[in-house]
């Protein structure tokens, strides 16, 4: 083909390809971009379950369950909250999700499972004047075994061969934190 003419540039149809897919790769690599920020999200109460892993009670509808992730109490729905994980909440190692009640936070938290499922963090923060805070007091369904698995980066080493982890658990509050 003839290359057409456009004022003081010409441009092949060859040239023409390799312009659209070089545009395509990097329009498609910067849309897989996104997907690999962390997020963090609110407990807003937006689906009216008391369940974890419902996208619509978080806000923006998005789960805090990748690793990196913020989950964050701070009083948006008022009063005390018993919520429980219906599946494995919490997000992978290296960094699992990161757990904050804020002073804001003042009923009480209860979190607990309703079946054989983990519940993974890295890190547990609760602020001066939040609640009180209780992981896996029994709320959860008869029989159920969920586990709360601490998790941080081992860089590849089993838990159970890296000789120690660190995890923190602050509590700042005057209230208790149980489990």
């Not at 659209?20 to 407990?43: E, Y």
């Not at 996208?55 to 008022?78: I, K």
Request: overall charge negative; hydrophobic content about 40%.
């Amino acid at each position: 083909m003839k290359p057409k003419n456009f004022g003081i540039c010409r441009i092949s149809p060859l040239a023409n390809f390799i312009t659209l897919s070089i545009g395509f790769a990097c329009a498609m690599a910067t849309l897989g971009l996104d997907t690999a920020h962390a997020t963090s999200a609110t407990w807003d109460g937006g689906a009216a379950t008391n369940i974890l892993n419902t996208g619509a009670n978080w806000t923006g509808d998005v789960l805090p369950n990748a690793s990196g992730d913020t989950a964050t109490w701070d009083g948006t729905v008022a009063g005390s909250l018993v919520l429980n994980w219906s599946g494995g909440f919490g997000g992978p190692a290296p960094e699992a999700t990161a757990y904050v009640l804020t002073g804001t936070q003042t009923g009480d938290l209860t979190l607990d499972s309703t079946g054989n499922f983990d519940l993974t963090m890295n890190r547990i923060t609760i602020a001066s004047g939040a609640g009180a805070f209780t992981l896996g007091d029994g709320v959860g369904a008869v029989g159920s075994s969920g586990r709360i698995v601490f998790r941080s980066d081992l860089n590849g080493v089993s838990p159970e061969n890296a000789g120690y982890k660190i995890n923190v658990f602050t509590n700042d509050s005057a209230n208790t934190a149980t489990w």
